[in-house]
């Protein structure tokens, strides 16, 4: 099984209605102690960084984005985070407009036709993912952790997978062990088991390594959709 392909169709803004989600009452206890402090030092500090370094990037792109498909530049979507509370991620289109209005959201695949010209470069080079430096400042994310999945597959897979749920135990991140050490083709399952593996062992130490190894990811394109 391959994870669901992001719906960008949502308007810039717009939250799905809320519904009757059960995965809440399935997270258990939030991790707690003074590493969390640590590793929120470090995401301010990397964070900012990162916003000032990477603004000139994402404006470029999103003037590419602007002229070469029509919608807006940036989109916002509905994301689950720390204990079940939901935010909103923000990222670079990467595909065409209302791409998913006839068949809703379908399985990722490789090549997929919904994906601009230029999405296709953002996602292999993770481009796409830079705006969320400001959900890290807001404190809605990490720089590591978790990626945050929308709450309707939030549910789903936590029916599938007792343990699914548990990886809300810790805020989530702009990149994570799982896509690491497995990319976006990997089964929630595996997802789940690498994810909860970081919260167990997650440090400032254990990030920079990640980040380190998105660097790497970020050359090569592996994983990439």
Known sequence: MKQVEINET??????????DYHFPTMIGKPVTGWKLFV?????????????????????????????TSKGPAFYKQERVGLMGKSFNVIKL??????????????????????ITPIGRFMRKTRVDELPQFWNVLKGD????????????????????FSDFPKRL?????ITGYA?????????????????NYYIEHFSVWFD????????????????AR
């Open 39 to 67: 590793k929120r030092i470090f995401d301010l500090t990397v964070g900012l960084i990162g916003t000032v370094l990477s603004s000139p990037i994402v404006l470029v792109f999103a003037i590419l984005v602007k002229l």
């Open 141 to 160: 994310m990490s720089l590591v952790g978790p990626r945050p999945e929308r709450p309707v597959l939030t549910e789903e897979f936590s029916r599938q």
């Open 10 to 19: 949502v308007k810039v803004g717009h939250v799905q209605p809320q519904m």
């Open 93 to 114: 289109r990467s595909m065409y407009q209302d791409a998913e209005a006839r068949t809703g959201a379908v399985w990722a695949q490789k090549n997929d036709p919904r």
């Open 179 to 195: 896509q690491i050490n497995g990319g976006y083709d990997i089964t929630p399952d595996e997802k789940c088991k690498l994810d």
């Open 208 to 223: 920079i390594k990640m980040l380190l190894g998105t660097v790497k990811v970020v050359f090569t394109g592996d994983g």
């Open 169 to 173: 135990r810790i805020i989530p991140g």
